[in-house]
């Protein structure tokens, strides 16, 4: 079975940009959930998708918004990039999301200068 | 009330000895309970899990040992090896969050 899936691994953007990640899941699992990985803040979550819904939402700025297709795969995007948007942005996919094993992708690291 | 405390924040243990990592959290709609561990330039991996209906769940040489009462669970790894040097999350969830919440993670290094 083909793991969790996230591109691009590597990102550097200009500050007032925008990007967007992608997060393909493992095959069969619904709920897919975004993860921002720093140094000071450790993983904090930023929401989770089930079968094209958005279930939770942690408490970042509406700068960052998501979304899931009907196959499943996942889509975040950050809109005006500032500095501190620098991280590892993790996925993780899980058959029904909270209280249930979840599956991490490598990570898009993303840079912003 | 969402908050999972994990210590120590790094660990030096010689090879053949027993790395132990704590946790504690709050919220007792929590009923899942993993543990991650992370390489550098890499996601966290799913090492081990457990729910509050056991008190032990062992799977090779790892162990959660898990306290209801005391809203506490930790991490035993037995006859540590280099290769487990690596970055340990806990984390908790619960069936209705839709999320999980982690610790801030230890850092292990195992000396040869």
């Known amino acids: 079975k083909a793991g969790v899936t996230q591109t691009p691994r590597y990102l550097i953007k200009t500050r007032g940009q925008q990007v967007t990640l992608s997060c393909s899941p493992i095959s069969g699992h619904r709920s897919v959930s975004w993860y921002q990985q720093t140094p000071g803040q450790g993983l904090q979550f930023l929401f989770e998708y089930f079968s094209e819904t958005q279930r939770n939402k942690g408490n970042f700025p509406g700068r960052f918004s998501g979304r899931q297709f009907s196959n499943s795969r996942s889509e975040m995007n950050v809109s005006t990039l500032e500095l501190g948007d620098s991280a590892l942005y993790l996925c993780?996919?899980?058959?029904?999301?909270?209280?249930?094993?979840?599956?991490f992708g490598q990570g898009t690291r993303l840079t912003v200068v | 009330q969402q908050q999972v405390k994990q210590s120590p924040q790094s660990l030096i243990v010689q090879k053949g000895g027993i790395s132990i990592i704590n946790c504690a959290y709050e919220n007792t709609a929590f009923d899942y309970f993993p543990w991650y561990q992370q390489f550098p330039g890499k996601g966290p991996a799913l090492l081990i899990a457990?729910?509050?209906?056991?008190s032990e769940k062992k799977e090779g040489r790892f162990t959660i040992s898990f306290n209801k009462s005391a809203k506490q669970f930790s991490l035993h790894i037995m006859d540590s090896q280099p290769g487990d040097s690596a970055t340990y999350f806990c984390a908790a969830s619960g069936s209705g969050t839709y999320k999980y919440i982690f610790g801030t993670g230890t850092r292990l290094k195992v000396l040869a």
């Open positions: 993780a996919s899980s058959p029904q999301g909270g209280g249930t094993e979840a599956f």
């Open positions: 457990i729910r509050p209906d056991v």
